[in-house]
């Protein structure tokens, strides 16, 4: 680190959710105040902090494309900052990689990078190892819990639990259960039914726009409507495909039993599914030769 001469400090704060951001005083307040008292205590070295605020909002530390960082570094190269200061290291970056990119640009550009909270030092090589260290453990625990996510939410679905996301048509959720709703459950049991009669996806598309066939519209918890059928060849083919309507959920290529009750009865998906594949495998033998070089 440069000594006897004064060091531009420029404080850089984040924070992942943007609730709170609108109260008089929050998190990226309190990080600015322990980080501008730091800066203030280091004053006997020199350091001064400049007037610039860097600070990034509802952002991730999973990525840099954050605008304020970016602005940071920007000024990183410009030559406009000597010291970057941060309340913890994942303020800056929760990302091993990304950090060793930030540091290499800090190094070229003769920037020393500090933590109010740990006492680092990026211009040493035991501060380098330490930093990354402590990311390194910081990565592994974020993987640790997304694949205690992702077991979780496998072992409800076995169980038959609904664990949430988009709501097929003919099912609606209350108090985190899903249900047959019958408005739009017929209007399944008509596509299926329809599909067959008329043989193909293409056809089955002309007749409901045709008649100008609309789903019941609902208004979904964040405030978005749906309503209209998926009047497209893979909307309605995803549709056709869907084992939900077996009161079945997949997940992972498995089969499990779900907690809904089914819509359409195991022989007439079946022979939707057969209708289907042969159309697939009709598509494939119309299909031109491939030319080879």
């Known amino acids: 680190m440069k000594t006897n001469e004064t060091m531009r400090c420029a404080i850089y704060t984040r924070v992942s959710d943007e609730q709170g951001l609108e109260k008089d005083f929050n998190s990226l307040h309190a990080q600015y105040d322990a980080a501008e008292a730091y800066v203030r205590s280091q004053v006997h070295a020199g350091w001064q902090l400049l007037p610039d605020k860097y600070d990034d909002g509802g952002f991730s530390g999973g990525t840099t494309d954050r605008p304020a960082l970016q602005r940071c570094l920007d000024d990183v190269r410009a030559g406009r900052i000597d010291v970057i200061v941060v309340y913890k290291v994942d303020r800056l970056t929760r990302s091993l990689a990304d950090f060793a990119k930030l540091v290499d640009l800090f190094d070229k550009h003769d920037v020393s990078f500090a933590s109010v909270t740990q006492p680092f030092n990026t211009t040493t090589s035991l501060g380098r190892l330490t930093l990354n260290v402590l990311l390194s453990f910081a990565q592994f625990e974020r993987e640790i819990a997304s694949e205690r996510i992702r077991d979780k939410v496998a072992a409800s679905k076995r169980k038959g639990i609904w664990v949430g996301g988009p709501i097929a048509l003919g099912y609606k959720t209350r108090n985190k259960k899903i249900s047959v709703y019958e408005p739009e459950a017929e209007q399944v049991r008509m596509l299926f039914k329809k599909y067959l009669e008329l043989g193909t996806i293409r056809r089955l598309m002309a007749y409901l726009i ?8 609902k208004i979904l918890p964040s405030g978005k409507t749906r309503g209209a059928f998926p009047c497209t060849r893979s909307g309605l083919g995803y549709l056709l495909r869907n084992r939900l309507y077996l009161g079945e959920v997949v997940f ?6 779900g907690p809904q009750e089914p819509i359409i009865g195991r022989k007439l998906f079946n022979a939707v599914q057969t209708r289907l594949d042969k159309q697939r495998v009709g598509r494939c033998k119309c299909l031109p030769p491939t030319r080879l070089a």
Do not use: I, V
């Open 210 to 217: 045709k008649r100008g066939l609309m789903a019941q519209r």
């Open 252 to 257: 992972n290529g498995e089969t499990f039993k």
